[in-house]
Nanobody, 123 residues
Framework: QVQLVESGGGLVQFGGSLRLSCAASGRSFSINRMGWYRQAPGKQRELVAGIASGGSTNYADSVKGRFTISRDNAKNTVYLQMNSLKPEDTAVYSC?????????????????WGQGTQVTVSS
């Protein structure tokens, strides 16, 4: 079992910035990939940004140039720096991790989700 806990959401004005954090915890695991998703009311959940174990990143077109995903492997934490925020960025942001878990001699791979953190951008 792996737990993901997000923090850093809140209310910000148009053009402002927020930094989201997602910390993974568990007994014995390694993270293959971490990412951020978001879902606004009435809209589909979408991938915002992802980062692989080697450091390669990908972003939704709507956030390129404004958001930056980064990772601290020693802390098992992924960050999402969000700049130049727009009202359309308002959503629940959820952390996602593709994880390999080591349980005794048993190894398995699974995808875990955090509970989400609300980001609201006022006009």
């Amino acid at each position: 079992q792996v737990q993901l806990v997000e923090s850093g959401g809140g209310l910000v004005q148009f053009g402002g910035s927020l930094r989201l954090s997602c910390a993974a915890s568990g007994r014995s695991f390694s993270i293959n990939r971490m990412g951020w998703y978001r879902q606004a009311p009435g809209k589909q959940r979408e991938l915002v940004a992802g980062i692989a174990s080697g450091g390669s990143t990908n972003y939704a077109d709507s956030v390129k140039g404004r958001f930056t995903i980064s990772r601290d492997n020693a802390k098992n934490t992924v960050y999402l720096q969000m700049n130049s925020l727009k009202p359309e960025d308002t959503a629940v942001y959820s952390c996602n991790a593709d994880v390999t878990v080591y349980s005794g001699t048993y190894t398995y791979r699974n995808v875990y989700w955090g509970q989400g953190t609300q980001v609201t951008v006022s006009s």
